[in-house]
């Protein structure tokens, strides 16, 4: 096809936006020698192209004839397609750099040489990433790989190697590399002494306004994301050592896609090869530039993100041409991007969260000061504003010193809360939290502690005695109930008093982050719990069924020919047997509870209503507690029907410890609330950490008869109870109170929430 009839073609197309003439001759030049078929499919795409990018067309017109040798016609289409995207999401040089140097990679994916998706093994990359890094991390495919600390992105697919095995070892590498970046506080560095202290708002980084401050940011962010990668392979080869001697292995290509014409590119490309080791000495590398003591920590693995900024701006001023334009260099396959705007979001969106999730856990722990403590306490700032009532408001809260700044506090020393001039050392759940709140974030924010003390207001934490407005509220008549008495061997008639207390929803982020915690586990529950919702099970010896019983069979024709009358049972027939199962949760409230226990006993309850309401088994839910036999106290959390909703779940939230551990009138009053109602299996499950006691006489002998008699009265209705609990010294009573295959003993109150819809699960199979 002539020259002149192409341009006359092509300037059709582009109509009225008429290009240089010798530009469009010089890029239709390489279409002279190609069939008039194949120049009209190639001109076909211009109108697409050129209102996108003139130079991308251009580009276009010259690439596409020698991409046309390995592409088929019908392949052309997607190639524009995919190189058009890229232009949209990462600009002219990444489609360019597409089209000139990826077709390869490109074509092996279309014919599926060795490319291997993301999907296919995301389930075995996501346990090893979270394995190394003991973190709940996620991957995300992407089209780039990088990472915002929260969260993996890297390729839906990998086609660099020809075989699967290879391709999979690059993902593990990527992923290796990505936590390296985050463990290695890549992002989340101080600006070191010597350099401008930029700002360090919760919307951004100081890290991207120090790299953005230089005449040619994309050679200062190149340096010190290479930096970086050094760093980060030092400290691999300690932590997985296994894994990078594997990668050693691996021939990963340079896909820069820029000529070391310059001296920044030559430097760059040298620094490339000592983290590929395909390349020179690292030292010989480094030496011309920098002092021999910053040399040697990158060397031996010792150097810092601070030290990779500082010497960030030295190698920059020696390398950077102000008369020469910088190309950034694509990062390395394994290397990834630096994302500084994603990171800032996801730790702004951390922060937020763990200062609601902080917060949550300082009210709960004002709210849960044990009862007389914390009616001194208020009794005490009462007399001091003669008699007047207290207000939300005159509760102070102070924060000691060292529990604010990280930098004046030694690593070890107590975290303490004053209370009205009374200091309170925090419990170890709250300790653990702040402390690493602190470390991640510096210090902790002065307003969680007037939200923590709003919460806390809100939930109940006030000056007003029983006889006024309390967390709990009465919800009917005190009921009575007898108490066995061991010693004369009969019941202590109407002897105790049981108050059905409501505990107010207290709106936190506990539930929300249980279910983040458990994700996988409680997606696996759900899954078996709707496995369990209808048994299956073959009857034989049916006169109609579903298939021949062949037993029956052999057995009939064996009747005929002794002479005996043949049985007209001969079929199997599948039976479905609906569940028919009614259960309370009985959960010891009492002050031996405080800190992890109940944690435990929490998120157990709310992995257990998750799968429950898969299943469709009937349950209630009470917590208990005690303080005499005048005042024993059942918390309703949950009502057998009543249905699962968000104030069921912030009920939940709110069971805190409260007094002594009086078991004989919750567990009759179970039994009694289970007797009203028609259900094949009926179960009542305690969850507690230690043996009946309370306050008065009810210790030790004593409490664990009454205890057995109000179990062996559930057993005589027809109700079957259970016990799970944490207490080391179970065996002593356990097996007297409830029989030996009746409890089940937790030796670690961190599985709990693992194990109990295990037991739920096989008492109800």
Known sequence: MKLAALSEQFYSLVAPDIPNEWDVDEVLEPLLDEEESICRIILDHVPVIWPVSHSLCYDFLRLAPGALQSLSIVQLPEWVGI????????????????????????????????????????KKLLPYIR?????????????????????????????????????????????AYQWGYIRCGTFLGKAPAGLPAYSNEENTLWLRNFLNDFPEPSLARDLYHLLEAIRVKHFLTRELPGLMRAAASLPLPDNSGTMATSQPHAFLHQLRQCITGSGTDLEKVLSPHLN?????????????????ARNTAI???????????????????????????????????????????????????????SREKRDALLRDEKEKNDGSALAESDISLIMDSEFINTADREKDAPLLVTINNESLELPEELDAFSREFMDEFGDLPARFISSAAGKAGRGGFSGETEDGDNK?????????????????????????SLHMKELTPIHTSFIRNTLEKYHGLSIRLRHQFEMMRNQERYVKRQREGDDIDFDAVVESLSDTRAGLPPSDRLFIRLKRDERDIAVIFLVDM???????????????????????????????????????????????????GEPYGEEVKERIAAIAPSEYTRMGPPLRHATETLQKIDAKVRLIITLTDGKPEDYDDYKGQYAIEDTRHALLEAKTA????????????????????????????????????????????????
């Not at 021999?292 to 990779?308: F, H, I, N, P």
């Not at 008495?485 to 009969?490: L, N």
């Not at 030996?740 to 819809?757: H, S």
């Open 83 to 122: 190189t058009l995207d890229m232009y949209e999401n990462d600009g002219l040089r990444s489609a360019q750099r597409f089209m000139q140097n990826d077709l390869t990679e490109y074509l092996s994916r279309l014919k599926g040489m060795g490319g291997l998706r993301l999907e296919k093994i995301e």
């Open 131 to 175: 394995g190394i890094a003991r973190d709940t991390l996620q991957i995300t495919a992407a089209r780039e790989t990088y990472t915002d600390t929260d969260t993996i992105f890297i390729p839906a697919e990998l086609s660099v190697f020809r075989g699967e095995e290879e391709n999979f070892l690059l993902y593990k590498l990527i992923l």
């Open 292 to 308: 021999r003591d910053e040399t040697a920590k990158y060397l031996q693995g010792k150097a810092t993100a601070d030290d990779s």
């Open 315 to 369: 190698l920059y001023e020696r390398l950077h041409n102000q008369h020469e334009e910088y190309t950034p260099l694509s990062p390395l396959l394994f290397q990834g991007r630096m994302k500084l705007q994603a990171v800032a979001r996801a730790r702004c969106e951390r922060k937020a969260k763990m200062e609601e999730q902080l917060t949550d856990m300082m009210a709960s722990y004002l709210l849960n000061i």
């Open 472 to 496: 709990e509220k009465s919800l009917t008549d005190t009921l009575v109930f007898d108490e066995w008495d061991y010693r004369r061997q009969g019941y202590r008639k109407n002897w105790c």
């Open 590 to 640: 009492s002050n031996s509870t405080a800190g992890w226990v109940n944690t435990a006993l929490k998120e157990s309850l709310v992995l257990m209503t998750e799968a429950l309401e898969v299943l469709g088994d009937r349950y209630g839910i009470y917590g208990f507690s005690g303080m005499r036999r005048s005042r024993c106290e059942l918390f309703h959390v949950k009502h057998i």
């Open 718 to 765: 027809g109700i079957h109870p259970f016990c799970i609990t944490i207490d080391h010294k179970a065996q002593e009573y356990m097996q007297h109170m409830y029989g030996p295959a009746n409890y089940i003993f937790v030796d670690n109150i961190r599985k709990l929430p693992l194990r109990m819809p295990e037991i739920y699960r096989a008492l109800t199979s």
